[in-house]
């Protein structure tokens, strides 16, 4: 990544931290687009609503 970072550095003229940040981004949609679909809420029906999805946050950050 180091290299992808500098590269795009040298051709654009952008400054390393606004390379990084779009890098990142990039990284970001691609994993987003592998991803797409895998969950099944028949899978998780104990999360199948915003409240449900915080009370299994608060119950997993009470146990750390």
């Known amino acids: ?6 590269d795009l ?3 654009r003229n952008e400054s390393v931290e606004a390379t990084v940040s779009h890098l990142t981004c990039l990284e970001l949609l691609s994993v987003l687009r592998e991803t ?8 998780h029906p104990d999360l199948a609503t915003p409240e449900d999805v915080n009370h299994w ?3 997993l950050r009470l146990t750390r």
Do not use: A, N, P
């Open 36 to 43: 797409s679909g895998v969950w099944e809420l028949t899978d």
């Open 9 to 11: 550095y040298d051709k």
């Open 57 to 59: 946050l608060t119950q």
């Open 1 to 6: 990544m180091c290299e992808d970072v500098l």
